[in-house]
T-cell receptor
Framework: DTAVSQTPKYLVTQMGNDKSIKCEQN?????MYWYKQDSKKFLKIMFS???????INETVPNRFSPKSPDKAHLNLHINSLELGDSAVYFC????????????FGEGSWLTVV | GESVGLHLPTLSVQEGDNSIINCAYS??????FIWYKQESGKGPQFIID?????DKRQGQRVTVLLNKTVKHLSLQIAATQPGDSAVYFC????????????FGTGTQLKVEL
């Protein structure tokens, strides 16, 4: 069983489109995250949610809107996609926000053309 | 061999040799540190962690050393194997910051047969 699973794995879309990436964790964790990895492999946090409540929002454009219907799911919706949004997006989870190990999904490769 | 993870440098080692990957962290308030391994096309995978009240921790074939005085972290891999080839990231965490991981830029480890 995959602990943190995200779909789709690959997504190619045109500029201006709206797309979503879904994430689910079966670890029973309270906290979930979205990270972005750019072409230079640099990983940076975008958002974190704890029990469906937004905890961290790292100055991400308003076009990015996370949604957490329950603590096992954290989806990422992106409006009006731009070329610069092309990256790998990683979902992750941890038991809580108290300095616990963060486990990552396998990534979603987004290419905006 | 040794390397400093600043601009995704490459560390090449012979199979069977020991590898040392270095990392400088920035926040003196960080109290939890993690090493992740990222293979091509996959998400970051937890290797080993260390809390700030320790200066050394050992796992299976891996050892993490923490020097808080100079804000330096290293990962030692004993008897490096081809399966160890990957990008290695150090990450620092300040538990007071909502479990927000700040990643270093990564080091590419290549194991030569």
């Amino acid at each position: 069983d995959t602990a943190v699973s995200q779909t789709p794995k690959y997504l190619v879309t045109q500029m201006g489109n709206d797309k979503s990436i879904k994430c689910e964790q079966n670890l029973g964790h309270d906290t979930m995250y979205w990270y972005k990895q750019d072409s230079k492999k640099f990983l940076k946090i975008m958002f974190s949610y704890n029990n469906k409540e937004l905890i961290i929002n790292e100055t991400v454009p308003n076009r990015f809107s996370p949604k957490s219907p329950d603590k096992a799911h954290l989806n990422l919706h992106i409006n009006s996609l731009e070329l610069g949004d092309s990256a790998v997006y990683f979902c992750a989870s941890s038991a809580d926000t108290g300095g616990n190990t963060i486990y990552f999904g396998e990534g979603s490769w987004l290419t905006v053309v | 061999g040794e390397s400093v993870g600043l601009h995704l440098p490459t560390l090449s080692v012979q199979e069977g040799d020991n590898s040392i990957i270095n990392c400088a962290y920035s926040n003196s308030a960080s109290d939890y540190f993690i090493w992740y391994k990222q293979e091509s096309g996959k998400g970051p995978q937890f290797i080993i962690d260390i809390r700030s009240n320790m200066d050394k921790r050992q796992g299976q074939r891996v050892t993490v050393l923490l020097n808080k005085t100079v804000k330096h972290l290293s990962l030692q891999i004993a008897a490096t194997q081809p399966g160890d080839s990957a990008v290695y990231f150090c990450a620092e965490n300040n538990r007071g910051g909502g479990n927000k991981l700040t990643f270093g830029t990564g080091t590419q480890l290549k194991v030569e047969l």
